[in-house]
């Protein structure tokens, strides 16, 4: 019996003005519409279509782009370097942006790390110690601020359960009380047992539904 391997193929399409994707790619994800589209890190977004095999090229909100996701609605949403939070329609067409009013004069506080969809409420963090939510419905940004925690950035997030949010920084795992809006930290950096880096790249759940 003859063992089936994936076939790879180097992704070679280019913009129909001659552009290819060089820079570095931080988050791919395919739309409810079928849409391919890819964020990078220098050449902002690029959306694919595999039905008509056309690339096309958007950077003109931002180059700098960290993780991209669709809400309930059909909206993409995309992080940016110091340009907000950006919002696109099903189709890649730019709708409009929702600058970080909160941020201060720090303007590594504006750069977004992540981002994360949950009943159409747009999840995200930003610079360090700062977690967003956009209510989409009302256009509503709340931030809440996390220095006196002094965890650094917050590099992903996932949906815990109805009513927390896992968040994953620089220094620990916290979960984020969706009610009262509260952090606490559920690892113990004194506990062999625990996680042996507090450094939190990235989470996902399993078929199972382990993280």
Known sequence: MRAKY???????????????????????????????????????????????DVLTQNSLQTSFVWDVCENNSGHIYASSLQEGLLCFDENGKF????????AGNNPDNYRINCLLDIRSDIWF?????????????????????????????????LNYSETE???????????FDLHDK????????????????????????DAEGDI
């Open 165 to 175: 949010l896992l968040v994953g920084t620089d220094n620990g795992l916290y979960l």
């Open 125 to 157: 963090g930003a610079g360090s110690n700062l977690l967003y939510c956009l209510n989409e419905r009302t256009g509503n940004l709340d931030c809440y601020n996390a220095s006196h925690l002094n965890f650094g950035a917050i590099r992903c997030l």
């Open 6 to 52: 994936d076939l790879f193929t180097y992704f070679d399409k280019k913009t129909r003005y001659g552009v290819f994707i060089s820079s570095e790619i931080k988050k791919i994800i395919k739309s409810e519409s079928g849409l391919i589209w890819i964020a990078t890190l220098g050449q902002g977004l690029f959306v694919y279509n595999p039905q008509t």
């Open 95 to 102: 709708l409009q942006s929702y600058p970080l009013l909160s």
């Open 182 to 205: 509260n952090f606490s930290r559920i690892d113990n950096p004194s506990d062999p047992r625990s996680l042996s880096d507090q450094s939190i790249n990235a989470m996902m759940r």
